[in-house]
């Protein structure tokens, strides 16, 4: 496939599992994994100069194939002009290039302001197959510590995102470390983690190309590990997506 969603030579394509009950359309190699490797791919272009072009990822499971392809839409000047804190759709497409994810960030001024308590950024994501809404990740009012909660398609709270402090974060980037965003469920019990992988300090100075996993228990209902997915773009646009 051509154009808008290339179809990449690498990693390695996994073969179609075969559908599981209960599973949206598409979703069925999310469903059998416990861990993705998301990929960002880099753009020479934002290496040589200050130039925001739309991000494109490769979300892989832990053998390295890749079971989706994410591509940024957004407008230029949003780009140029509102950097990470810029409205976009993320569309996710299988091998075939056949749409499965749809996650979308509308313009919100909680983007900007990190900390704002009176309009919290956030991302919506829809099943392309089903036009079924799975869910929200919103981030949570707090000064001091970075946070998402979790929605399901019944917009009730099922789990929340501990990020560092802020502090912690300065720390750990300067000390060329990996930052660790852990998923906790309503009780408080740990259920996975989004780790976002210090990725060597060249490609750390030079780019704002990220790459992250994200564990979780196998099983785990897909829905919420494709919300988690969303997570993860959400977490890489809020803190990661700097200007250099």
Not at 36 to 50: D, N, R, S, Y
Not at 179 to 185: A, E, G, H, P, T
Not at 194 to 199: A, D, E, N
């Amino acid at each position: 496939m051509t154009g808008l969603y290339p179809v990449l030579h690498q990693p390695q394509k996994q073969q179609r599992p075969t559908p599981q009950r209960n599973c949206p359309r598409g979703l069925e190699n999310l469903a059998t994994l416990d861990q993705v490797v998301i990929k960002q791919e880099t753009h020479m272009l934002e290496v040589a100069l200050p130039f925001e072009v739309s991000n494109k990822y490769a979300v892989c499971n832990n053998q390295g194939q890749r079971i989706f392809y994410a591509a940024e839409q957004s407008s230029w000047f949003c780009r140029q002009c509102c950097g990470y804190a810029r409205p976009f759709v993320l569309k996710l497409l299988d091998n075939r290039g056949v749409p499965i994810l749809h996650v979308e960030r509308p313009c919100n001024c909680g983007a900007f302001y990190r900390h704002c308590c009176c309009c919290s950024d956030f991302i919506i994501v829809n099943c392309e197959s089903t036009g079924e809404f799975l869910g929200k990740v919103e981030m949570k009012c707090n000064p001091c510590c970075y946070g998402y909660r979790i929605f399901d398609g019944n917009k009730k709270q099922i789990a929340s995102i501990a990020g560092p402090c802020a502090v912690a974060m300065c720390c750990k980037s300067c000390c060329c470390q990996d930052q660790r965003f852990k998923i906790v469920d309503n009780q408080g019990t740990n259920i996975g983690q989004v780790t976002k992988m210090f990725s060597g300090l060249i490609k750390e100075c030079c780019t704002d190309s990220d790459n992250f996993n994200a564990t979780f228990s196998v099983n785990m209902d897909v829905k919420v590990k494709a919300l988690l997915l969303g997570a993860a773009f959400l977490i890489d646009f809020h803190f990661f997506e700097t200007t250099r």
